[in-house]
C-alpha cells in the first residue's frame, strides 16, 4: 500500500516560516491535502488539491507538490500554528485514503 | 451550517460488538461521499472506511470483514457497525465530508471514543 512519510517533529521561532514534507513515490503525480490538529480537537483542513486554502484559513499557509515531496508553508508562524500536521491522499491502486504520520509543530 | 455529531462510543469488551452514529446537519448525508477515520490515543489518523454517494463502500484492511459503514437518508445519519472488536480497535473515531469532486475530507466531526478493554 502507499506510504506517506512526514518528519516526527519540526520546530520553529515565531515570525519565521516553518515548511512540513510529506514523502511519497511520485507523490507530485497525487493530489495532496494537509490538516491541521490541534490538541484535544478534531482535524482542520487547510490545504486541498497540493495548493488551494479552504475559506478562513490564513494566507500564511500554503502547499506544493513535486516529484517524490509535498511540503506544507506556515509563513509568520504564531504560537497559535502550534499543532500536529497530517497530509493525506487517495491511492487509485488501492481505493484506500492515506495519511501520513504526523507532523508536530512547535513554536520555540 | 454544515455540522457533523458522532455518538456511540464506550467501553466494550473484546469481541464485542458497538455501533457508531454521526448525525450530519446543513446537508444531506447522501449528497457527498462520507468517511470515518480513527486515532489511536496518542497516535496520527487512521482512514477506517469511507462511502460513496452511490453507495459503493470502501474499508482498511485492518477492519475489512469486521466493520460495515452503512447511512439513513431518512435520518441524515451516518453509521459504523465495528463486530468482533480488538484492543487495537482502541480510538477516537471521527465521522468526515468530502467534496463532491475531490478526496480530501472537511469538516469533521469532534469525535467519539471507542475503548475495547475486559
Known amino acids: 500500500s502507499y506510504v506517506l512519510t512526514q518528519p516526527p517533529s519540526v520546530s520553529v521561532a515565531p515570525g519565521k516560516t516553518a515548511s512540513i514534507t510529506c514523502g511519497g513515490d511520485n507523490i507530485g503525480r497525487k493530489s495532496v491535502h494537509w490538516y491541521q490538529q490541534r490538541p484535544g480537537q478534531a482535524p482542520v483542513l487547510v490545504i486541498y488539491?497540493?495548493?488551494d486554502r479552504p475559506s478562513g484559513i490564513p494566507e500564511r499557509f500554503s502547499g506544493s507538490n513535486s516529484g517524490n515531496t509535498a511540503t506544507l508553508t506556515i509563513s509568520r508562524v504564531e504560537d497559535g500554528d502550534e499543532s500536529d500536521y497530517y497530509c493525506?491522499?487517495?491511492?487509485?491502486?488501492?481505493?484506500?485514503?492515506?495519511f501520513g504520520g504526523g507532523t508536530k509543530l512547535t513554536v520555540l | 451550517e454544515v455540522q457533523l455529531v458522532e455518538t456511540g462510543g464506550g467501553l466494550i469488551q473484546p469481541g464485542g460488538s458497538l455501533r457508531l452514529s454521526c448525525a450530519a446537519s446543513g446537508f444531506p448525508v447522501n449528497s457527498n461521499y462520507m468517511t470515518w477515520v480513527r486515532q489511536a490515543p496518542g497516535k496520527g489518523l487512521e482512514w477506517v472506511s469511507l462511502?460513496?454517494?452511490?453507495?459503493?463502500?470502501y474499508y482498511a484492511d485492518s477492519v475489512k470483514g469486521r466493520f460495515t459503514i452503512s447511512r439513513d437518508n431518512s435520518k441524515n445519519t451516518l453509521y459504523l457497525q465495528m463486530n468482533s472488536l480488538r484492543g487495537e480497535d482502541t480510538a477516537v473515531y471521527y465521522c468526515a465530508r468530502g467534496p463532491k469532486v475531490g478526496n480530501w475530507f472537511d469538516p469533521w466531526g469532534q469525535g467519539t471514543l471507542v475503548t475495547v478493554s475486559s
Open positions: 493525506q491522499v487517495w491511492d487509485i491502486a488501492s481505493d484506500h485514503w492515506v
Open positions: 462511502i460513496y454517494s452511490s453507495g459503493i463502500t
Open positions: 488539491s497540493d495548493g
